[in-house]
T-cell receptor
Framework: RKEVEQDPGPFNVPEGATVAFNCTYS??????FFWYRQDCRKEPKLLMS???SGNEDGRFTAQLNRASQYISLLIRDSKLSDSATYLC????????????FGKGTMLLVSP | NAGVTQTPKFRILKIGQSMTLQCAQD?????MYWYRQDPGMGLKLIYY???????DKGEVPNGYNVSRSTTEDFPLRLELAAPSQTSVYFC???????????FGPGTRLLVL
């Protein structure tokens, strides 16, 4: 099982739709979880951290399921500006002592 | 705060040439990282540093070298450029292990 796995997409949705992405991770000892957003030809930027009890930031909701080792991101009322690649990020607890980035899920929101 | 800055934004190298990619952060972060991202692929860690004077290899260190003489700066050196090093290079920093990483705008490198 890869450390962090995501469906690459693309997910094509109309404006106003609700869309959800899932991500699975292999290391049960992982403690930190994040969703990053990466626009085309730009650097990744933190979208939100993911907390055990789940958390919401405006139209974005993140959930963590430790038992099944997956993280989800829900986007409500999609905007054209939400079109981007969403990266699932988990702290790896590997010898690198750093974060492991998934390859990302591409979202395309159309008018 | 400027955050994480990188220079140059874009560079074309000939095979065998060398160059240094510059990275600086003004957030007083201990941890700094270098990643490469190939088209359609995820980020791969090249090298990282946990503080001034301390560096370590990541997943794909071959063909690269780093140094960390100050907290602020973390340059990446390519000694003998090869076409396989054509990629986008991102520098990042974080306050501590496992915490949010902040990225620079990237350097696009083309080796011909």
């Amino acid at each position: 099982r890869k450390e962090v796995e995501q469906d690459p997409g693309p997910f094509n949705v109309p404006e106003g739709a609700t869309v959800a992405f899932n991500c699975t991770y292999s290391n049960s000892a992982s403690q930190s979880f994040f969703w990053y957003r990466q626009d085309c030809r730009k650097e990744p930027k933190l979208l939100m951290s993911v907390y055990s009890s789940g958390n919401e930031d405006g139209r974005f909701t993140a959930q963590l399921n430790r038992a099944s080792q997956y993280i989800s991101l829900l986007i409500r009322d999609s905007k054209l500006s939400d079109s981007a690649t969403y990266l699932c990020v988990v702290n790896s607890n590997s010898g690198y002592s750093t974060l492991t980035f998934g390859k990302g899920t591409m979202l395309l929101v159309s008018p | 705060n400027a955050g994480v800055t990188q220079t140059p934004k874009f560079r074309i190298l000939k095979i065998g040439q060398s160059m240094t990619l510059q990275c600086a952060q003004d957030m007083n972060h201990n941890y700094m990282y270098w990643y490469r991202q190939d088209p359609g692929m995820g980020l791969k860690l090249i090298y990282y540093s946990v503080g001034a004077g301390i560096t370590d290899k990541g997943e794909v260190p071959n063909g690269y070298n780093v140094s960390r003489s100050t907290t602020e700066d973390f340059p990446l050196r390519l000694e003998l450029a090869a076409p396989s090093q054509t990629s986008v290079y991102f520098c990042a920093s974080s306050r501590d292990r496992g915490e949010t990483q902040y990225f620079g705008p990237g350097t696009r490198l083309l080796v011909l």
